[in-house]
C-alpha cells in the first residue's frame, strides 16, 4: 500500500512538472503524449554453441558474455582441462583456446574450479580457489600474480580475500568481489559484503559495503547464523556489476539495490506482487548443516518457500532480470534412494530501468537448467536476453541454451 501510495504522489508530481515544462514553451506547441509500447517477454528459441574433442564444458563451467569493441563474446573455462574458451556470440563460433599451463614461469596453480573475469580482451583474471589471483594475456602467459601464498603451492586461503562472481571488478589497480568469510573472521568483518585486494602492494581490504544496507532483517539473520541452534549456513545475495554500478538482491527481498564506489543509488523494485517471499527464518532452513559420524553434511530443505534467485543485467545496463523460484519439489538421485530440491516452479521478471516497465514470464521449467541458488553457473545474459542451458541437450557436439528477451 506505501509502495502504491508513492507511486501515486511520484505520478502526481510528474503531472504538474511537465504541466508546468509545457505551459513555460508557449501555447502554440500542442502534442499529443508519447505512449510506450508494453514490455513483454518472449521466448526466442535456441542458441547453440559448437563443441569438438579439444573444447568441454565442465560442471563447475561458469558462462560470461563480455563485450569488445562493440562485440559480444561467450566465454567459459575447463578446471580439468585447464583452458579457457571463447565464442563470437552472433556467429555460435569458437575464436580462442586459452591453455593455462601447470609448470613453468607461466604455471597457473587451480584448485576446484576457475573463477574468472575478463578486464578486456588480452587481460584476464583468475581466481585459483586459495593459491592466490592471477592476471594472464589471452596467450595464457602470466601478466600479475596477488595473494599468493608465502610457501609455494601451498593452499592458503587467508591469502584470498575475495570471490570471483558476477560482481567482481576491476579499478584503479584492485580488484573488488565478494568477500571470502572465514569462520576466524571477526563480526564486524563478517557485516561486510565486499573485499579487493591491490595488485600493486598486495595491500587487502574487507570492510566494503554494508550488509545493513541491502539485507532485510540482517541483525536477525545473524544473529540465527551464529547461535547454530539449527546451525544454519548466511543468506546468499546475489551481486552483479555493469557500468561501473553494483547491482545486489536478496533472495527474500522484491528491491534490487544499485551501488556506485559502494555508496547506494538507486533501488528498482523487480518482483512479482501475487507471490509472497519466504521470510528471513524460512529461508535459513532450507539450507542446514548436521553432525554425522565422520564429520557433517549439509541438507537441503525439498518443499522450499518462494524466493529469487541470480540478478543479471543487459550489456547496455537497461534491462535488470531476475529469476523467481515459486515452488520446488523432489527428485531423486539417479541410483539411490537420496532426493534434492529441484525448481518445480519459476517466472522470469524484467525491468527496463529507463521507463519503470516490468514484465513477468512463466519459465518452462521442465525444459532448462534453472538453479536454486544465487550463484548459477549456467545462466548469463547478452543483448538478445537472458539465457538457460537446456536439460536436454540435443547433441553431444554442441552446446544449446534458450533465450528469453524482450521485445
Known sequence: MIRRIQ??????????????????????????????????????????????????VDYNSRFRVNVFDGKEYLSFANR???????????????TRKIKLESEGPNAVNLFFNIGMFFQAKDSIFLDSGGFGYYLVNGD????????????????????????????????????????????????????????????????????LLEKRLFVPNYEEINEMVEKKDPWVSPLDISYYYEGELLYAGSPISDTVYVFKDFELTNRFYVGKSNIELADYRSMLLTSQIQQIQNGYQNVSQIDQPPHFADVFVSPD??????????????????NSDQEFPEVAKASLIVLNKTTGQLSTLDLPVDELDIPLSTQSRSVFVSSAGIHFETKEQVEEDRLDFRVFGVK
Request: proline share 5%; aromatic share 10%; with cysteine.
Open 140 to 207: 595464457g602467459q602470466v601478466l600479475n600474480k596477488a595473494g599468493m601464498p608465502q610457501k609455494e603451492n601451498t593452499m592458503d586461503p587467508s591469502c584470498c580475500p575475495i570471490l570471483f562472481t558476477n560482481g567482481t571488478y576491476f579499478k584503479e589497480n584492485k580488484i573488488y568481489g565478494t568477500q571470502w568469510v572465514k569462520t576466524e573472521d571477526e563480526k564486524e568483518i563478517k557485516a561486510y559484503a565486499y573485499g579487493s585486494i591491490d595488485l600493486i602492494d598486495n595491500s587487502k581490504s574487507k570492510k
Open 7 to 56: 507511486h501515486a504522489l511520484l505520478l502526481t508530481f510528474f503531472g504538474i512538472s511537465l504541466f508546468s515544462c509545457q505551459s513555460n514553451q508557449g501555447s502554440d506547441q500542442v502534442g499529443e503524449p508519447e505512449t510506450l509500447e508494453p514490455l513483454t517477454i518472449v521466448d526466442k528459441g535456441t542458441k547453440s554453441f559448437p563443441l569438438d574433442a579439444e573444447t568441454a
Open 317 to 334: 545496463g537497461q534491462m535488470i532480470y531476475r529469476v523467481l523460484i515459486e515452488a520446488t519439489r523432489a527428485k531423486k538421485i539417479e
Open 80 to 94: 580439468p582441462a585447464s583452458r579457457i574458451y571463447e565464442f563470437d556470440y552472433e556467429s555460435g563460433e569458437p
